[in-house]
């Protein structure tokens, strides 16, 4: 495809959250956070595994985290985005700096719309291959929370081999037989020692935590809030084997 082919290509796509027209050039990152990391770390590693039963996976190192994309109509990036980075920095940027830090119930539901129209993002940034479907984007641009059935926790990182990553999985956590045009889908988001993992799947929070975490010092939940505070970090921190035990249940990621 030539440049105008791509041009006019691009001129024809709607808003990823709301469907408007046209785009507008956004960042991966907002600002405060590619600041923070530094150019040379905003690579992002985007996994994804295949259809039910077959599990076939792949993963590569992505384009940086600090490109532009065009995939926000200017009103959902600077209006609706802008305002949930204005009031998720103050409260991550604690956490990322490792700052033990107690979140209200308010404050859990800002962190869970911030990561979650984050990893939509990351999500789309790979069109061909995304995983988190047009219903689960719309109905967090309309009623500013993760999607239905979607469940999202606070962990303490202290691997290597993550920075700003995003890995993205459907088949492992869908339900054989059920809604196959839904399969659910996993997502995790490193920023130094601060992890947040979303997962959505129908009645997965039945048995979220004992499928998850099951001595209950991993996690803190953060969506749907259930504490009125909860206090992050976790008693135990999660090495690398863990952010790819979720990510990636079906074996150890490829490299
Ligand atoms: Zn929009």
Redesign the pocket.
């Known amino acids: 495809m030539n440049e105008t082919q791509d041009e006019e290509r691009i001129g024809q796509r709607r ?6 027209k046209p785009l507008t050039k956004e960042h991966m990152l907002p600002k405060w956070l590619r600041d923070l990391l530094g150019s040379n770390q905003l690579m992002h590693r985007h996994g994804v595994e295949g259809p039910e039963e077959t599990y076939e996976r792949s993963e590569w190192d992505a384009t940086p985290a600090s490109q532009t994309l065009k995939l ?6 600077n209006n ?1 985005g802008g305002s949930i980075e204005a009031a998720a920095k103050p409260i991550l940027l604690a956490m990322i700096r490792g700052e033990e830090t107690r979140l209200s119930r308010e404050e859990q539901a800002v962190v869970s719309l911030w990561m979650a129209k984050t990893m939509m993002v990351f999500d789309r940034s790979h069109p061909r291959t995304s995983v988190i479907p047009d219903d689960d984007l719309r109905h967090a ?1 309309a009623n500013n929370e993760p999607p239905p059935t979607a469940v999202g926790w606070l962990s303490n990182y202290s691997g290597e081999k993550y920075v700003a990553v995003h890995v993205s999985s459907a088949s492992p956590y869908a339900i054989p037989g059920e809604n196959k045009s839904d399969p659910g889908w996993v997502s995790s988001l490193v920023v130094e020692s601060l992890m947040m993992q979303m997962v959505k799947r129908p009645g997965l929070l039945d048995d979220a935590p004992r499928f998850f975490d099951e001595t209950g010092d991993l996690n803190v939940q953060v969506w749907p809030p259930t504490d009125d505070y909860i206090v992050w970090p976790p008693t135990r921190a999660k090495d690398d084997g863990f952010v790819e035990a979720v990510s990636f249940p079906t074996g150890e990621a490829s490299r």
């Open positions: 808003c990823i959250f709301c469907g408007a926000l109509c200017s009103d959902c990036n609706w641009r």
